[in-house]
């Protein structure tokens, strides 16, 4: 079985600009899930989306958005590139048992963004 | 405050010690996770638990509701765990919410 596939795996922006961002999860995972890492704010999640839906939302501006297809597969988008912005991008997909990310997590190798 | 706290923050032990790792969070609880980042990023689920115990090869982990704690358990370490394991909760308040992570450091 496939695992989690994100892409592109590196990228490098300018400031003001925007980044799309694609994971294709697991074959039967319809729960994808987006993750920020940086070295001062650690891991923090961004949204989940289940059957096309953004079920969940963490603490981030409207600049960062999501969505996901039919086929499961999510993009996710940041418009207006900062600085601060430079980080880890990491997507996860599951089964969900239930409420938010309460099924095991598979996680793709990441897109790491850097902003100049 | 963290919503989840982790300690220790670092840990280097002798081949073939026991670890544990320590995590109390704060919120109520739809699941706990235990994650494992080796350098370079990539991310492995080790457990997910929402009570008692769970065990796979040398690791166990326990969780306590009540006492809003969890703990994950290396037996016979070894070099190859080396690695930064989170903790992370999924809480009834539809938020995710991560530990700032243990490094693990096991020397032959």
């Known amino acids: 079985k496939a695992g989690v596939t994100q892409t592109p795996r590196y990228l490098i922006k300018t400031r003001g600009q925007q980044v799309t961002l694609s994971c294709s999860p697991i074959?039967?995972?319809?729960?994808v899930s987006w993750y920020q890492q940086t070295p001062g704010q650690g891991l923090q999640f961004l949204f989940e989306?289940?059957?096309?839906?953004?079920?969940n939302k963490g603490n981030f501006p409207g600049r960062f958005s999501g969505r996901q297809f039919s086929n499961s597969r999510s993009e996710m988008n940041v418009s207006t590139l900062e600085l601060g912005d430079s980080a880890l991008y990491l997507c996860?997909?599951?089964?969900?048992?239930?409420?938010?990310?309460?099924?095991?997590?598979?996680f793709g190798e990441g897109s790491r963004l850097t902003v100049l | 405050k963290n919503e989840v706290e982790q300690s220790p923050q670092n840990l280097t032990a002798q081949e073939g010690e026991f670890i544990t790792i320590n995590c109390s969070y704060s919120?109520?609880?739809?699941?706990l996770h235990w994650l494992q980042q080796h350098p370079g990023g990539g991310i492995v689920s080790l457990f997910m638990?929402?009570?008692g115990k769970k065990k796979h090869g040398r690791l166990i982990a326990t969780i306590n509701i009540q006492e809003k704690h969890s703990s994950l358990h290396i037996t016979a370490s070894h070099p190859r765990d080396s690695a930064v394991y989170i903790c992370?909760?999924?809480?009834?308040?539809?938020?995710?919410?991560f530990g700032t992570g243990t490094s693990l450091t096991v020397i032959p």
């Open positions: 996860a997909s599951s089964v969900p048992t239930g409420a938010i990310n309460t099924g095991e997590l598979f």
């Open positions: 074959s039967g995972h319809r729960s």
């Open positions: 989306y289940f059957s096309e839906t953004q079920r």
């Open positions: 919120v109520g609880i739809s699941a």
């Open positions: 638990l929402s009570s």
């Open positions: 992370a909760v999924s809480s009834t308040g539809n938020q995710f919410y």
